[in-house]
């Protein structure tokens, strides 16, 4: 976007030219709810270009196979997303690479499952969180990780469902080797205690594996 479009106004046939579409469709679409009221200034209204985004947005997700319905659904889970300064300062430090996403980029990742159900869902489990037009995902290895397994057949919602899991046996194994080391080795620093915690994770989880794949 543009520093001219990101600064200004429109008057709904300016929109509607900017976004491809008919005044009508515009119309329509404030009707249903899928962009939010315009700024009223006497009988005037005007849109900006979060307007002209959501509209875009709204084109894109047509495209990828989306219904109206689908996408007004989607819209009411994304406003009510927490904002991606509270969910990003929940767990600093980290070494975790946020990734900024549109929403039609966000459906490329996982077709066929972005449902308003699923993005709720990963709004409340804090993997996804909003910026203005955008969402933030809070981790380049869950998205990709995530991705991948909806690839193989995994529906979103198992995914999650495995993620809620596992964060609760993540979070007990972080309390374990954090009491262990500020009981043991008081003078060890959160960068090394890390690490080796990972490590020992690591091992143990690949030799779960190892015994569960084992088995006939």
């Given at each position: 976007?543009?520093?001219?479009?990101?600064v200004?106004?429109?008057?709904?046939?300016?929109?509607a030219?900017?976004?491809?579409?008919t005044?009508?469709?515009?119309r329509?679409?404030?009707?249903?709810?899928?962009i939010?009221?315009?700024?009223?200034?006497?009988?005037?209204?005007w849109?900006?270009?979060?307007?002209?985004?959501?509209?875009?947005?709204?084109?894109?997700?047509?495209e990828?196979?989306?219904?109206?319905?689908?996408?007004?659904?989607?819209?009411?889970?994304?406003?009510?997303?927490?904002?991606?300064?509270?969910?990003?300062?929940l767990?600093?430090?980290?070494?975790?690479?946020?990734?900024?996403?549109?929403?039609?980029?966000?459906?490329?990742?996982?077709?066929?499952?972005?449902?308003a159900e699923?993005?709720?869902?990963?709004?409340?489990?804090g993997y996804?969180?909003?910026d203005?037009d955008?969402?933030?995902?809070i981790?380049?290895r869950?998205?990709?990780?995530?991705?991948?397994?909806?690839?193989e057949?995994?529906?979103?919602?198992?995914?999650?469902?495995?993620?809620?899991?596992v964060?609760?046996?993540?979070?007990?194994?972080?309390?374990?080797?954090?009491?262990?080391?500020?009981?043991?080795?008081?003078?060890t620093?959160p960068?090394?205690?890390?690490?080796?915690?990972?490590?020992?994770?690591?091992?143990?989880?690949?030799?779960?594996?190892?015994r569960?794949?084992?088995?006939?």
């Amino acid at each position: 976007m543009s520093d001219q479009e990101e600064v200004r106004e429109y008057r709904m046939k300016e929109l509607a030219d900017a976004a491809g579409i008919t005044v009508r469709t515009v119309r329509f679409y404030r009707e249903r709810g899928l962009i939010p009221p315009p700024r009223k200034e006497g009988r005037i209204a005007w849109y900006d270009s979060h307007h002209l985004a959501r509209l875009r947005t709204i084109a894109a997700l047509l495209e990828r196979g989306h219904t109206l319905n689908g996408i007004a659904d989607l819209a009411t889970a994304f406003e009510s997303g927490r904002d991606v300064g509270e969910v990003l300062g929940l767990g600093e430090p980290t070494e975790e690479t946020p990734v900024r996403l549109t929403p039609e980029e966000l459906a490329d990742h996982f077709e066929g499952e972005v449902t308003a159900e699923n993005l709720a869902t990963a709004l409340e489990l804090g993997y996804l969180a909003t910026d203005g037009d955008d969402l933030v995902h809070i981790s380049r290895r869950l998205l990709d990780v995530s991705a991948a397994l909806v690839r193989e057949g995994v529906p979103l919602a198992a995914v999650f469902e495995a993620g809620r899991q596992v964060r609760v046996h993540a979070d007990a194994l972080a309390e374990l080797f954090a009491t262990m080391l500020k009981t043991h080795a008081g003078a060890t620093t959160p960068e090394t205690l890390r690490p080796l915690a990972k490590s020992v994770v690591e091992a143990e989880l690949s030799m779960a594996l190892d015994r569960r794949l084992r088995k006939p």
